[in-house]
C-alpha cells in the first residue's frame, strides 16, 4: 500500500505560479508511475499529468500543455507539480494518485491541495 501526501496549494493570483508536491510512503518500489488529477467545484476529477518513475516519461492533458510540468525526485520519493501562468479556471483541488502497473488504474489517493486563482 502507499500512502500520499500533497501540499503546496494556497490562494493566488492570475499568473502567478505554484508547485505541488506530492510525498509518497509505503511500497513505493512497485509503483508504475504517478499521476495529478484535479477537480473543480460542480465538475467531476479530471488528469492533469502523469509520469512513470523509471523512465521519467511524462504524460500532460491538453488543457495545461506548456504551463504545467510534472518532474520526480526518486530518492525523495515525491513527485511535483509546477503550475505556471495560473488562470482561474485551474481553481480546483489537485490530488496526486499511484498507478501500480501499467494498464490499471490510478489509486490511493492523497487527501488532496487546494488552488484557487484570483482573477
Known amino acids: 500500500q502507499v500512502q500520499l501526501v500533497e501540499s503546496g496549494g494556497g490562494l493566488v493570483q492570475a499568473g502567478g505560479s505554484l508547485r505541488l508536491s506530492c510525498a509518497a510512503s509505503g511500497r513505493t518500489f512497485s509503483s508504475y508511475a504517478m499521476g495529478w488529477f484535479r477537480q473543480a467545484p460542480g465538475k467531476e476529477r479530471e488528469f492533469v499529468a502523469s509520469?512513470?518513475?523509471?523512465?521519467?516519461?511524462?504524460y500532460y492533458a491538453d488543457s495545461v500543455k506548456g504551463r504545467f510540468t510534472i518532474s520526480r525526485d526518486n530518492a525523495k520519493n515525491t513527485v511535483y507539480l509546477q503550475i505556471d501562468s495560473l488562470k482561474p479556471e485551474d481553481t480546483a483541488v489537485y490530488y496526486c494518485?499511484?498507478?501500480?502497473?501499467?494498464?490499471?488504474?490510478?489509486?490511493?489517493w492523497g487527501q488532496g491541495t487546494q488552488v484557487t486563482v484570483s482573477s
Open positions: 509520469i512513470r518513475w523509471s523512465s521519467g516519461v511524462v
Open positions: 494518485a499511484v498507478q501500480e502497473a501499467l494498464f490499471l488504474d490510478f489509486g490511493s
